[in-house]
Each structure stands twice: as structure tokens, then as C-alpha cells.
């Protein structure tokens, strides 16, 4: 992640969809996933526009088991997984969402494009029933696509993401929405309109990546120079949450979290995934780190 690079985003839709409802989000919690989420999928910006995938176990040695490059983009910043074990790509570098089918291979090409109404996607999701949520930094806007999607999808629901730039989005098992934009983890609750706004905020001071684990527990990145850190947060959430456990990272690069099932923390830190392993505390530190080439959004998949 080239920080700089975004300043220079004036990208504005030039239209947008006037809807009045989205009918995407359940508060039901989801069923069990139908896959085991084993492998680590990694989305790299900084001029690769790959996708890599690592199969545990995990050390210092890892190399991807698959990779492959997503088209013609340079900027790929998150991924994410439907319950098909479709693989959702949000390509920054040519603001689009690319999906493709399982099986993953070094050949893989994206089976289609989603592109109305994506501006420089950051953070992207899709939940249980298949509908698709992306954070796009180049429009400070959140966009929702309604299963089943296709190339010639449009957005149900377009809003703000609540003030700053739209880093990482991600659903919780009721249904609601968390952006990291502006200095906090922002709110939504269905259901989900082109007026939505924040049910409530909190801060992080310079947030980027977000990611729930097992237990619900919000992890969010801080990104805050040579400071950086990793923040905990346990539910309930409200605008009065604060960090039950602060890691720091010791880097000024530190982007997105993913947890795995035993409870270790990943984090991306452009060119090296870094383990903290379970349990953790203040005061853990790092068991070890592997390369990638320009690591940004992380998460477990099939």
C-alpha cells in the first residue's frame, strides 16, 4: 500500500442509482460455512495485481500453493468469498470487482466484472445470501449489489460511508455493516438504503483493515506511523467502545487482520504476512513472517 497514491484520488461517480431500498441484509446469524476457510488468500497492490493463496501449515518459509494475476489490474485490495466458494477480488487499479470460480489455479481468470457504480474499491464483503458490499475509497461511498450478481449488476443501495476515506468493510452474523473511514469504525444496521447513515461510530485513529473473529471480537488495524498497532474491540459495540487489547506492530506498514480458528492474528504489512500467535496479549510478538509481494487485504477461504 502506497499511502501517498490516494491523495491523488479524485474520482467522483458520475451517476448513480436512485433506489429507495435494499432487501440484502438478514439479522438472521448465518448457517455453518459449508467449507473449511483454511487458506489464506492475499490481495497485492504496489504494481502486482496478484492473488496469492498459502496452504497451511504456516511458517516463515511459506510460498503461495496458487497464484494469479487479476487481469489487467496493477491494484488489487481485498478479497472475499460467497458461499459457492466464489472468490471476490476488488481490483483498485481499474475500480472494478472481479469474481472468480473455484477451481483456483495459476491460470485463473475472473469469470465476470462487476463495474457500475465501483470507484477504487478498498474493502469489499458478501454475505450469506450471496449479495455482494463494497467500500470505495475513490467515491467515499459504500455500494450493495443484490444476488444473483452478474456483469450487468448495478447498486441497490448507494450511500456515504460516513466522512473520510472507505478502507476496510465487513458484515457481522445479524447482518450489520462496519466501514473503517474517517478516523472510526462506522455503523450501519440494516436495512440498507441510499439514505442510510452511521447508527454509530468509534474511533480508531487512523484505521485501515477491520476483520471479526470466531467469537465476534472486531480486530481493527491502526495505522498511525512507526506506531502502529492492532486493536481489539468486544462486543456490544457502541459509540462508547474502546480497545480491550492493543498489539503493537512495530511497523508503520501494518493493513488488514485475519484470524484464523485457533485464534492467531495475521497481519499484511506490504511485504510480509507477520503471525502473532494465540494467546494473545499486549505484549505478544511476532512468531514469524512471510513474503509477499505487496500483501493489502487478507482472509481466509476454502
Known sequence: MIQFRRA?????????????????????????????MTRLYVAND?????????????????????????????DVDDVAFDRRGRLYVGSFGTSAVDVFAPPFT?????????????????????DTAGNLYVGNEGSSQITIYDAP????????????????????????????????AGGNVRV?????????????SFPVANVWGIAFDSTGHLWAVDR???????????????????????????????????????GNLYISTELTITVYMAP??????????FTTPASNGIRFGP
Open 149 to 180: 450478481l452478474s456483469a450487468a449488476s448495478t447498486a441497490v443501495a448507494t450511500f456515504s460511508g460516513g466522512g473520510g476515506s472507505i478502507r476496510g468493510v465487513k458484515l457481522d452474523s445479524a447482518g450489520n455493516l462496519y466501514a473503517a
Open 8 to 36: 491523488f484520488l479524485g474520482i467522483a461517480l458520475a451517476a448513480l442509482p436512485v433506489i429507495v431500498g435494499c432487501s440484502s441484509s438478514s439479522t438472521s446469524p448465518p448457517p455453518p460455512t459449508p467449507f473449511p
Open 46 to 74: 504496489g504494481g502486482s495485481g496478484m492473488v496469492q493463496i498459502f496452504a497451511p501449515p504456516f511458517s516463515a518459509s511459506s510460498t503461495p500453493a496458487v497464484a494469479f494475476k487479476d487481469g489487467a489490474s496493477s
Open 188 to 200: 450501519f444496521t440494516p436495512p440498507f438504503t441510499n439514505t442510510s447513515t452511521p447508527a454509530f
Open 106 to 126: 495459476n491460470a485463473s481468470t475472473s469469470s465476470f466484472s462487476i463495474t457500475n457504480g465501483v470507484s477504487a474499491p478498498e474493502g469489499i464483503d458478501v
Open 280 to 289: 494473545l496479549s499486549a505484549s505478544s510478538t511476532p512468531a514469524f513472517a
Open 224 to 262: 498511525l506511523g512507526s506506531s502502529s498497532n492492532v486493536q481489539e474491540f468486544t462486543p456490544p459495540f457502541s459509540s462508547s467502545s474502546t480497545p480491550t487489547l492493543t498489539i503493537p506492530t512495530g511497523t508503520a506498514d501494518a493493513l488488514y487482520p485475519a484470524l484464523d480458528g485457533s
